[in-house]
């Protein structure tokens, strides 16, 4: 199945089927739209690790040859808003759910790209890279103090039979997008490696309101300088069965980029500039054992490098700062007393930084989490509840949830769970210059008290999801904007926000699928200066729809796709506003060859030619076009276990 399964897991099926099987009880089957082996989630993935979670899972196989990033996947997510700086290369990042960018956990293959209080930029982590893309919505109690309004899991492409793959797109702007690899049996194990770059001018043209007080002012015409970018990076896989139940996994990752620093359109900034590098090493051991435990054990490390240049900056000498994150977890899970499943958490770890002012601070981390998965009535009811502690410096931070599922016939479920999530601000927020958004030091910690319940209805041709969910957030900190000023992190006193998402997919034919969602968000500060009383927070559109259609056979399909978003304020007065804007896009591909499969796409971005800005008004591209070309080749054919071991 092509589309992009919607999976919300009240709990795993498969635990409950192994619960009820343990305990001598007839199960029921399966209810979760089945996955094809290639996207089996791992034992890291949010699908397993919490089961309790409204997790929408994306496959990259039925996007080969589009011209586009993990940013591009995620948008269409309900209760996702992506927050833009101009076009390809630029900053991007993540809101799920009303909670800010900076309290979205982004793993890679279950390892952290970022800690507390960092927003991850998805635009420097190409679509070449990834077999799927996996976005948990809520709060990620097991995941700890990072996630608070969910987690995006970038599941990498996995070893496993020997193969080559290229791909290179080229479009509007001078933007090349380019990447090449190869698995093979290495070392006793297997082996995956590929490099990816891209380039881009960025100097398209758009029109903005130069004279905003006159009403009815035609609009004028400008010019996007500053704008470019280039990078490039890799990624390297490692994988080896040791027997006994055994397998050892290990990754590097890394990139460096730079890029233009245009600002926002009434304060363009034209000599400013970042360049940035990522270095991350993990390794992880996987046991089963007899008695139907499971033992992992993670260490991992990471290093990131900025560079701001330019007159903003301090001139050529410019800011420089280095921040580093090192930690290590063993989870382990044992089905006991036939209906329980016992999970059991400890980790630790350090984040530090370097910069110019010599504040250089560091804090050490420690976690530890409990939690227990009861099934009930032949594993037609399952409640899960957890607990996790986290400490960061001087900040400890508790998270509790608990949720129950009930599966009922005709593929049918019903879900409910509720928790508390917190986080420290990080070290990005409190101390560190990102481009454009200034810190702030004097920021406390925030808290969320969050709840959902959905209703789902499965099939082996259509699935459709409706969840409600609401959170009480208590210091939440978020970015706003006051023109000309840079944007800055503030805690709201309190502020509420609730919505409604729903999803659904279809495939009724070979030829044919479809899926589409709609999210409703309302949100408000609570408890604040009379001036903010009850108004909408920043960068939270209320309505959001996306859509996408697919049809044809196997060698030439045609895609449509659209996204459009309501207005949303910039800044916590609703003084300044973005404009609503629908975005549509055409693209078709043709596979003229099966092995080498050569794969030939065309694409068309924003058809309609919509012109509007986001952030704190960087203006994005106009329409865009793409030619893409990939290649994928096999010698031997690959067994789906060898797909499926993420």
């Given amino acids: 199945m092509r589309l992009a399964v919607f999976a919300m897991v009240g709990l795993s099926a498969t635990h409950a089927l192994a619960d009820a099987t343990d305990a001598g009880l007839i199960p029921l089957p399966p209810v979760v739209v089945p996955l094809p082996p290639a996207a089996a989630p791992s034992a890291s993935s949010p699908t ?39 076009g390809a290369g630029q900053r991007k990042t993540l809101s799920l759910r009303g909670a800010a960018p900076n309290g979205v956990l982004v793993l890679l293959d279950g390892v952290p790209l970022n800690g507390p209080g960092n927003a991850v930029d998805l635009s420097r982590v190409p679509l070449a890279m990834l077999e799927r893309v996996e976005v948990m919505r809520g709060a990620g109690s097991r995941y700890g103090p990072g996630a608070m309004g969910g987690v995006v899991n970038l599941v990498s492409k996995a070893p496993g039979g020997a193969r080559v793959f290229a791909d290179v797109s080229q479009g ?18 297997e082996g995956l490696a590929l490099v990816h770059g891209l380039r881009s001018d960025g100097d398209f043209t758009y029109r903005w309101d130069d004279k905003p007080a006159l009403a009815g002012n035609e609009w004028a015409p400008a010019v996007r300088r500053n704008n470019q970018a280039l990078g490039g990076g890799g990624l390297a896989r490692w994988r080896r069965e040791l027997g006994g139940g055994s397998r050892l996994d290990v990754l590097g990752e890394g990139l460096y980029e730079t890029r233009g620093l245009a600002g926002p359109v009434q304060n363009p900034t034209a000599d ?65 007393l036939g209906r329980h499943r016992f999970t059991g958490l400890l980790g630790a770890g350090a984040d530090l930084l370097r910069e110019p002012s010599g504040r250089n601070p560091a804090w050490g981390r420690a976690s530890a989490m409990v939690g227990d998965e009861v099934s009930f009535f032949d594993g037609r009811l399952v409640v899960d509840a957890t607990a996790r502690v986290d400490v960061a410096g001087r900040f400890v931070v508790l998270s509790p949830k ?26 990005q927020e409190l101390y560190v210059m990102q481009g454009t958004l200034l810190p702030n030091p004097d920021l406390a910690p925030e808290r969320g008290l969050l709840a959902d319940v959905s209703a789902a209805w499965r099939h082996e041709k259509a699935t459709v999801q409706v969840t409600g969910f609401s959170g009480l957030y208590e210091n939440l900190i978020a970015y706003e904007y ?58 939270r559109p209320r309505h959001r729809v996306t859509g996408r259609l697919v049809a044809g056979p196997d060698f030439v399909k045609a895609r449509a796709e659209v996204l459009f978003q309501s207005e949303q304020f910039i800044n916590r007065t609703e003084g300044v506003s973005l404009p609503a804007r629908a975005f549509v896009s055409l693209g078709i591909a043709a596979t003229p060859w099966k092995n080498p499969r050569v794969t030939v796409a065309f694409d068309v971005k924003n058809v309609l030619d919509v012109q509007t800005q986001d952030l704190d008004g960087y203006p994005l591209p106009p329409r865009a076009a793409f030619l893409s070309v990939a290649l994928a080749w096999e010698p031997v054919a690959t067994t789906s276990r060898d797909q499926g071991a993420n």
């Fill in 172 to 189: 509007s702007f001078w933007t090349t997008m380019a990447s090449a690899g190869g698995a093979t049996s290495l070392l006793g194990g």
């Fill in 402 to 427: 608990a949720s129950a599922t009930v599966f009922l016939p005709k593929g049918f479920e019903l879900r409910a769970s509720g928790g508390q999530a917190s986080r420290p601000p990080g070290f």
């Fill in 48 to 86: 397993q690790r919490d089961p309790s979670a409204v997790t929408t899972i994306i496959e990259t196989k039925s996007r080969t040859a589009e011209a586009k990033d993990a940013t591009d996947l995620v948008a269409a997510t309900p209760g996702a808003v992506v927050v833009d700086q101009g």
């Fill in 272 to 336: 400013a500039s970042q360049a940035t590098g990522r270095g991350t090493v993990s390794a992880r051991l996987t046991s089963a054992f007899a008695n139907g435990g499971e033992l992992q054990v993670l260490g991992w490390g990471r290093l990131d490098s900025t560079v701001l240049r330019g007159s903003a900056f301090g001139g050529a000498a410019g800011y420089a700062q280095l921040e580093s994150s090192f930690g290590a977890e063993a989870v382990y899970s044992q089905r006991a």
């Fill in 482 to 539: 006051y023109p000309p000023v840079l944007a800055k992190p503030y805690n709201f006193a309190a502020a509420l926000a609730a919505g409604l998402e729903v999803e659904g997919a279809v495939a009724p034919a070979a030829w044919l699928e479809a899926q589409a969602s709609y999210t409703f968000l309302s949100t408000q500060n609570l408890k604040d200066d009379p001036r903010y009383y009850l108004k909408a927070l920043p960068y």
